[in-house]
């Protein structure tokens, strides 16, 4: 379903004129050697926030660190992870700062 909301979601940011990058990677360093295609996001918007998006039960702990992960190695200080599988949208938005 991710997929999904995911191709939604590209279309209204393009409608809108929004600048922003899907699946981008995120390199992870590890002892001198990168590796280049670790972690992708699920989107960055205006090279200024990160969008997570999710279709779970519940936002818990591990969609937490994932988005936090991303804001450290990107150096980047605010993201989302939006949770599609609740009834009212707003009830599904979590803002992290790092």
Partial sequence: MESTYESCLAYELSLRNVPFAQQLSLPVNYKDHVVSSALKMDFVVDNALILELKAV????????AQLLTYLKLSRLRTGLIINFNVKLLKHGILRMVN
Wanted: no cysteine.
């Fill in 57 to 64: 039960e519940a936002i818990n702990e591990i969609h937490k």
